[in-house]
């Protein structure tokens, strides 16, 4: 029959040819992300589709108000320590309880994490990312409570880490919970989908960005996400939900208050793009660092649980005491952004604030304490900016530009840098600020930035993380499809 392909056909040895030129992947791995990729292809049916929002919903409600709590408990523990600490003097004595209170706060979440929850270390985005694709587990038993607890105590000590990536992996894990809670057919699609929609919403609570939580699962998380009309119908009722919650709770206003910056003339693009450049090599070797620093914190501890939990307890105790001595170079640095971009610092002052947000969150994160380095990575990429800008205007002489707004602009060029999402950190930073005015510029640095991470053939950090968490665990068969997906 003229239909059929015999043997001796020219299409199908092309065809064959074509299939052994493409990316070499266990049969065994093909198959099964094929099949899941079958099953997560079967849409709901209009009722179920109806009764996913409804869930979602609920899931927006849980996940606003538990990720509320997570940004509000940690800024008291932080506060306390801040007012009741100087009342002992400005001796030994306070020195000695600046230092141990943190090192046993942070001590005491590392030591829970390790032996409760290893999973709940670091992030926990590169977590939610495997969870998608069906490559790691998401235990919400154990990791809901062990991430909330174990991070209010490492985000009080006053290390360098972030709340957002702990919110989105405690979304992802309250996301399993509803769907494993819940009843219907087509349970992988309802819980991917209720993942998925649990890690935006709590991106979105984290910022008070709801475009962002959005399009961060769209953009981040885009070989993982299985799109159709329920799952993101899904995603933006759980946005909604928890967006509303947040706002409830801290009222509507932007992260950070800062000024409007008027666009610019079309010259100043220039200036943006060569910033694009500076920030993605800047973002290039943090990505770097952050797994040479992670082989050391490995090849230190063995495996240790105590190992681990001494040299995290001990970097949580030098910033306790950094705190005082200098409190822009520590914490998360989402308090310190707006002073980074207003303030009248000289350049030494900035790079040197640079240098040591730099250095001081590779050695917190990298640590496996939980906490995460969305944050963090702002902060640095706020500092890099404002360093370039004021270069541009006390050594290059450039005039008729703020030179604050490049603080803004690199804060969005480091993040598309590092995680490689530009249009999710353009429409975050643009959400942080308020500021509508630099989206050109913004877009400008994002794309030269993202293209000089390219070409220093940078892996993503929330993927090289995932590959290193594979790795560890065997799971060769898993690496093969990530990186082969990460090159797409």
Request: with cysteine; glycine share 12%; proline share 4%.
């Amino acid at each position: 029959m003229s239909g059929l392909k015999t043997e001796g056909d020219p299409s199908s040895g092309t065809d064959r040819g074509a299939e052994r030129r493409k990316e070499s992947l266990p049969v065994s791995a093909l198959r099964r992300f094929r099949s899941y990729q079958r099953l997560l292809a079967q849409d709901f049916r209009r009722t179920e589709t109806i009764g996913l929002i409804v869930i979602s919903l609920g899931l927006g409600i849980f996940t606003g108000t538990v990720c509320s709590l997570f940004e509000y408990i940690p800024d008291v523990i932080i506060s306390l320590r801040v007012r009741f600490l100087p009342e002992l003097g400005h001796g030994a004595l306070f020195w000695l309880a600046a230092f141990s209170l943190s090192f046993i706060l942070a001590g005491t979440a590392m030591y829970i994490t390790a032996r409760i929850a290893p999973e709940a270390g670091g992030s926990g985005i590169p977590e939610i990312e495997g969870a998608l694709l069906s490559l790691r587990p998401v235990r919400w038993k154990r990791v809901l409570p062990v991430k909330f607890f174990t991070g209010l105590l490492s985000l009080g000590s006053g290390m360098i880490l972030g709340r957002e990536g702990p919110s989105i992996q405690l979304g992802g894990a309250a996301g399993a919970m509803f769907a494993d809670l819940s009843r219907g057919t087509s349970r992988q699609f309802r819980r991917h989908a209720l993942v998925a929609a649990g890690a935006a919403a709590g991106l979105t609570s984290a910022f008070n960005a709801p475009l962002a939580g959005i399009l961060f699962v769209y953009e981040e998380l885009r070989a993982q996400f299985r799109f159709s009309f329920a799952s993101i119908q899904a995603v933006m009722a759980a946005v909604l939900a928890a967006c509303c919650v947040r706002q409830m709770m801290f009222g509507s206003d932007p992260v950070f208050d800062v000024p409007d910056y008027e666009a610019p003339a079309l010259v100043f693009l220039i200036f943006c793009a060569v910033l694009g450049v500076f920030t993605g090599v800047v973002g290039s070797l943090f990505n770097y660092l952050v797994e040479k620093t992670q082989n050391f914190y490995g090849s230190l501890s063995k495996g240790k649980v105590l190992v681990k939990t001494l040299a995290a307890a001990v970097v949580g105790g030098a910033f306790g005491c950094i705190t005082f001595l200098l409190p822009d170079a520590s914490g998360s640095g989402m308090s310190s952004i707006p002073s980074f971009i207003t303030g009248s610092r000289g350049i030494m002052v900035l790079a040197l604030l640079l240098l040591a947000r730099f250095c001081g969150t590779l050695l917190c994160f990298c640590s496996g304490i939980p906490g995460g380095v969305f944050a963090p990575s702002l902060a640095i990429g706020t500092l890099t900016g404002a360093v370039f800008g004021v270069f541009c205007r006390d050594v290059l002489g450039v005039q008729g530009f703020p030179t604050e707004s490049f603080a803004v602009i690199g804060m969005c060029a480091f993040f598309a840098s590092s995680v490689r999402a530009p249009v999710t950190g353009l429409v975050l930073v643009t959400e942080m600020t308020g500021d509508y005015g630099l989206i050109l510029p913004m877009l400008m640095s994002c794309f030269t930035a993202t293209m000089t991470a390219r070409a220093l053939r940078s892996t993503p950090i929330y993927t090289q993380i995932l590959i290193r968490t594979l790795k560890a665990a065997g799971n060769h068969e898993g690496l093969a499809l990530i990186r082969n997906l990460a090159r797409r």
